[in-house]
């Protein structure tokens, strides 16, 4: 795990930690958002999922079904995956927005520094944006493991294709 430190520098690569919450959502990502040119529209045909997926073809995805669906049951594991993947993209969502804040007080910070006036204030702002910024990566992070997991259960273990998993996430709204 990489961690800001209060100081403005990271215990890793800057890069390496902006790279989570972009890894987070690519590694999960729906390929429709990735290739623009192929997208797949929920009443479309479910033949990739079908292939992984026995059943699929006659689950009924309104958000009704999927709520009150028992756990075990395709549709359970349907909204378990879903709402772990909402989840995920808020927690990425957050993550990022606590990055730029930290990014923006580490700015001022060293503004006043280059101008003679830091303040301790200022560094425990930026101290405090750090461990914020760190306490959302470690929800991305654990959304990201509970996604892992729903996505694995719905399938049983087994992998989906690029072309199963657009038709999933077009099939779930995502």
Same mark, same amino acid.
């Given at each position: 795990?990489?961690?800001?430190?209060? !100081?403005?520098?990271?215990?890793? @690569?800057?890069?390496?930690?902006?790279?989570?919450?972009?890894?987070?959502? $690519?590694?999960? &990502?729906?390929? !429709?958002?990735?290739?623009?040119? !192929?997208?797949?529209? &929920? +009443?479309? @045909?479910?033949?990739?999922?079908?292939?992984?997926? *026995?059943?699929?073809?006659?689950?009924?995805?309104?958000?009704?079904?999927? !709520?009150?669906?028992?756990?075990?049951?395709?549709?359970?594991?349907?909204? #378990?995956?879903?709402?772990?993947?909402?989840?995920?993209? @808020?927690? *990425?969502?957050?993550? =990022?927005?606590?990055?730029?804040?930290?990014?923006?007080?580490?700015?001022?910070?060293?503004?006043?520094?280059? #101008?003679?006036?830091?303040?301790?204030?200022?560094?425990?702002? *930026? #101290? %405090?944006?750090?461990? +914020?910024? =760190?306490?959302?990566?470690?929800?991305?992070?654990?959304?990201?493991?509970?996604?892992?997991?729903?996505? $694995? =259960?719905?399938?049983?273990?087994?992998?989906? @294709?690029?072309?199963?998993?657009? %038709?999933?996430?077009?099939?779930?709204? $995502?």
């Amino acid at each position: 795990m990489k961690m800001l430190t209060g !100081s403005g520098h990271f215990k890793a @690569s800057i890069v390496a930690c902006q790279a989570f919450g972009i890894a987070a959502l $690519l590694l999960l &990502a729906s390929p !429709s958002t990735a290739i623009a040119d !192929s997208t797949v529209d &929920a +009443t479309s @045909s479910r033949g990739y999922l079908a292939e992984t997926l *026995v059943g699929i073809e006659m689950v009924q995805t309104s958000d009704a079904i999927l !709520s009150s669906a028992p756990v075990g049951s395709l549709e359970g594991k349907l909204y #378990a995956y879903q709402q772990a993947r909402l989840a995920l993209e @808020s927690a *990425v969502a957050a993550q =990022n927005e606590a990055y730029a804040d930290y990014r923006s007080l580490l700015l001022v910070a060293k503004a006043h520094e280059t #101008a003679g006036a830091a303040s301790d204030r200022h560094h425990f702002a *930026v #101290a %405090e944006a750090a461990n +914020t910024y =760190n306490w959302f990566q470690q929800r991305a992070e654990e959304a990201q493991s509970v996604t892992q997991a729903a996505l $694995l =259960n719905l399938c049983d273990g087994r992998g989906l @294709s690029d072309m199963a998993m657009r %038709e999933l996430h077009a099939m779930l709204g $995502l």
